[in-house]
């Protein structure tokens, strides 16, 4: 019986060397054979082995039936106004999932996915209104990467600097896919671990293994209120890991990383923007070297009525924060017109255009 095809983007890379040296040492390939594919999975973004032209032609047949790229398919593309530019990727099983790409003046940030749909169910997020359909493959998690990357050499003419792993999906709740795909982007890839960040709504047992890695992964919060009851009614995971259980997990993981915590708190008109829930805010935050992303909530139509704060009483809420000493910021919802912005994955589809192949996806 034949054995499986391997896909290169999910496995170490010094697994992916070592079975790249096995398959040209059993041709009789010179070692180089090895370091030319590296090249073209980690450097040249290689859809496929015939764009290994270095490459007898033979080579990139049997390489073919022996390994896989994971190349995705891209079936929409949506542009904004402020240059956010999100993708619909389909999969080799017919399930789709979303990455944006995010352009500032001194970054360009991969928001890419891991799970296809989430089963979270956040109150404020379209994603699990849509509910959970399977986990992400390490190599599904990757190839956005190496997908988005040919996008950004192309459109935005630079290279991503930056990667969250804030798409559609909790990447702690497909845990052994998602450190394999760190491995994969730090070792192979070459991105720094204080470039990546990991997001997650606070599940516990996720975070003290991420505390318990050598690399300086960065962590976010996805917490949006600070007393439990309403942070139940918004994100039903405070009944499995309550805030006090989380923030001992945040302490520990401080302990072990030295680096500091972000929290993202969406501001949702009337619902979680009084200067009391501020205040309740830096309290349970005290003793934590953190940073609060303020998000204006993004309207998710035909699932939601909520609005966004009002710039005032965002700016009250800014401002009790950083009377008690949490720095904090607002966040400017970007891709918003496309439904890419923070909580709006997986919505609208009438604002994307088929994919024109001249743009090289």
């Given at each position: 019986?034949?054995?499986?095809?391997?896909?290169?983007?999910?496995?170490?890379?010094?697994?992916?060397?070592a079975s790249?040296?096995?398959?040209f040492?059993?041709?009789?390939e010179?070692?180089?054979?090895?370091?030319q594919?590296?090249?073209?999975?980690?450097?040249?973004h290689?859809?496929?082995?015939n764009?290994?032209?270095?490459?007898?032609?033979n080579?990139?047949?049997?390489?073919?039936n022996?390994?896989?790229?994971?190349?995705l398919?891209?079936?929409?593309?949506?542009?904004?106004?402020?240059?956010?530019?999100?993708h619909?990727w389909?999969?080799?099983?017919?399930?789709?999932v979303?990455s944006?790409l995010?352009?500032?003046?001194d970054r360009?940030?991969?928001?890419?996915?891991?799970?296809?749909g989430?089963a979270?169910?956040?109150?404020?997020?379209?994603?699990?209104?849509?509910?959970f359909r399977?986990?992400?493959r390490?190599?599904?998690?990757?190839a956005?990467?190496?997908?988005s990357?040919?996008?950004?050499?192309?459109?935005?003419?630079?290279?991503?600097?930056?990667?969250?792993?804030?798409?559609?999906?909790?990447?702690?709740?497909?845990?052994?896919?998602?450190?394999?795909s760190?491995n994969?982007?730090h070792r192979?890839?070459?991105?720094?671990?204080?470039?990546?960040?990991?997001?997650?709504?606070?599940?516990?047992?996720?975070?003290?293994?991420?505390?318990q890695?050598?690399?300086?992964?960065?962590?976010?919060?996805?917490?949006?209120?600070?007393?439990h009851?309403l942070?139940?009614?918004?994100?039903?995971?405070?009944k499995?890991y309550?805030?006090p259980?989380?923030?001992?997990a945040?302490?520990?993981?401080?302990?072990?990383k030295?680096?500091r915590?972000?929290?993202e708190?969406?501001?949702?008109d009337g619902?979680?923007?009084?200067?009391?829930?501020?205040?309740?805010?830096a309290?349970?935050?005290?003793?934590?070297?953190?940073?609060?992303n303020?998000?204006?909530?993004?309207p998710?139509?035909?699932?939601?009525?909520?609005?966004?704060s009002?710039?005032?009483?965002?700016?009250?809420?800014?401002e009790?924060?950083?009377?008690?000493?949490?720095q904090?910021?607002?966040?400017?919802?970007?891709?918003r017109?496309?439904?890419?912005?923070c909580?709006?994955?997986?919505l609208?589809?009438?604002?994307a255009?088929?994919?024109?192949?001249?743009?090289?996806?």
């Amino acid at each position: 019986m034949k054995e499986p095809i391997v896909e290169l983007l999910g496995i170490s890379p010094e697994d992916a060397r070592a079975s790249l040296r096995a398959f040209f040492k059993a041709r009789n390939e010179a070692e180089f054979r090895t370091k030319q594919v590296e090249e073209w999975l980690f450097d040249r973004h290689a859809r496929s082995f015939n764009e290994m032209t270095n490459l007898p032609s033979n080579l990139q047949v049997e390489l073919g039936n022996e390994f896989s790229l994971t190349e995705l398919e891209s079936t929409y593309v949506a542009r904004s106004s402020d240059g956010t530019v999100k993708h619909l990727w389909r999969l080799d099983d017919g399930e789709r999932v979303e990455s944006v790409l995010i352009p500032t003046k001194d970054r360009l940030t991969l928001c890419l996915s891991s799970q296809v749909g989430c089963a979270l169910g956040c109150q404020f997020c379209a994603t699990g209104h849509f509910g959970f359909r399977r986990q992400l493959r390490p190599a599904e998690i990757v190839a956005q990467y190496s997908n988005s990357s040919r996008v950004a050499l192309h459109d935005f003419e630079r290279p991503i600097t930056n990667i969250v792993y804030m798409g559609m999906g909790e990447p702690l709740a497909n845990l052994d896919s998602v450190i394999n795909s760190l491995n994969t982007l730090h070792r192979g890839f070459r991105k720094g671990a204080r470039r990546i960040t990991i997001s997650t709504v606070g599940l516990v047992p996720g975070i003290l293994k991420l505390a318990q890695r050598p690399e300086p992964f960065e962590l976010a919060i996805s917490l949006h209120a600070p007393l439990h009851e309403l942070r139940l009614e918004l994100m039903p995971i405070e009944k499995r890991y309550p805030l006090p259980d989380l923030f001992e997990a945040l302490r520990s993981f401080q302990r072990q990383k030295k680096r500091r915590i972000s929290f993202e708190y969406t501001l949702i008109d009337g619902v979680n923007d009084e200067p009391k829930l501020a205040r309740a805010l830096a309290d349970i935050a005290r003793g934590l070297t953190c940073f609060v992303n303020l998000i204006p909530f993004n309207p998710i139509p035909a699932i939601s009525e909520w609005r966004a704060s009002s710039p005032s009483k965002i700016a009250r809420f800014s401002e009790v924060l950083t009377e008690r000493g949490i720095q904090n910021a607002v966040r400017r919802p970007r891709g918003r017109d496309i439904a890419a912005a923070c909580g709006q994955l997986r919505l609208a589809r009438k604002a994307a255009v088929s994919v024109n192949k001249k743009e090289g996806l």
